[in-house]
């Protein structure tokens, strides 16, 4: 489906940044829209010997502002497609379907099919139905060392669906996106409908820092922390467990915790693992489930 493009970052290099601090409003005006695209600065021939042509010293900049989707529906409020070290800080993004869609797409031969090194940093997603989102479109699979500092995610009321961060959305699909060596750091709020927090449909997250904080609302059904669903790949061969949980009002003290780190408030599922809820150590545990997913382990820990 083609989509409307409000504004478009072009190749080079472009800053597109409000006055003050979110003192400009850039909105939609129709459904099916991308309100703000970051373009490719990528520019090569996949059969060019010398590999792509990369401009690192000009990537795109997007600052200072708020984007509003206006509740239309199909709406992406920034597109970031094939592109590497795009900056992007102090925004607002609300009243969209997808908040952040990092895309790789295969637009031989103009674009190289990366998506990586990006910075987003201080973004208040607010009435979303997914708040960041790493999708391969036909091509390519890189999404490695991005950088996710200091996000907020609010979740739309009454959606059961409302996702924080998906990683893939094709769980059949041959290639899966990889955000690997990666930084994502982020509150993800539920809304009333439930929802939830991370959502590995297809893909890796492998040697990075995960550390979210998930919080449900009200007493849905469904308020997942972090759900991980067929064909995903998750630390393969990590020394240290991948997901380490702490719920509210826990109080002992805990060693040092790498991989995965996961506050949970108010959920019914802090982890789910192809519709198997992997439990406490106390309880029974599902070893066979956890064996098909290249043995992630999951700790629950006080602090």
């Not at 009454?158 to 990683?167: A, F, N, W």
């Not at 998930?214 to 064909?231: D, H, M, Q």
């Not at 198997?276 to 382990?297: G, N, P, R, S």
């Amino acid at each position: 489906m083609s989509q409307n493009i409000v504004k478009l970052l072009q190749r080079g290099g472009e800053r597109y940044a409000g006055v003050g601090s979110k003192q400009t409003v850039v909105k939609a005006t129709s459904a099916n829209t991308v309100v703000v695209k970051v373009d490719s600065n990528f520019s090569a021939d996949h059969n060019d010997p010398v590999g792509p042509k990369c401009s690192l010293v000009r990537s795109g900049l997007v600052e200072n502002l708020i984007i509003d989707g206006q509740g239309f529906s199909g709406t992406t409020g920034l597109l970031l497609e094939n592109v590497c070290g795009s900056f992007v800080r102090n925004v607002t993004i609300r009243n969209c379907d997808v908040g952040i869609l990092f895309r790789t797409v295969d637009d031989l031969p103009h674009t190289w099919t990366w998506s990586e090194t990006s910075c987003l940093q201080h973004i208040r997603l607010v009435n979303v139905k997914k708040g960041i989102l790493f999708s391969v479109a036909n091509f390519g699979y890189s999404f490695g060392h991005s950088y996710i500092d200091d996000v907020d995610i609010f979740l739309r009321d009454g959606l059961e669906e409302g996702v924080g961060i998906q990683i893939g959305d094709n769980p059949t699909a041959s290639i899966s996106a990889r955000p690997y060596f990666s930084f994502l750091k982020a509150n993800i709020y539920l809304g009333s409908g439930g929802g939830c927090g991370v959502r590995l449909v297809n893909g890796e997250l492998k040697h990075g820092l995960i550390n979210v904080g998930v919080y449900g609302k009200g007493s849905a059904v469904n308020r997942v922390g972090i759900e991980a669903i067929a064909a995903t790949v998750i630390d393969k061969g990590a020394r240290v467990p991948l997901v380490n949980v702490v719920e509210k009002n826990q109080t002992n003290t805990a060693g040092t915790m790498k991989g995965c780190f996961l506050y949970a408030e108010n959920l019914t599922h802090p982890v789910k693992i192809d519709n198997h809820i992997i439990k406490k150590e106390d309880e029974e545990e599902e070893d066979e489930v956890i064996a098909c997913f290249d043995k992630l382990k999951v700790q629950y820990v006080s602090v």
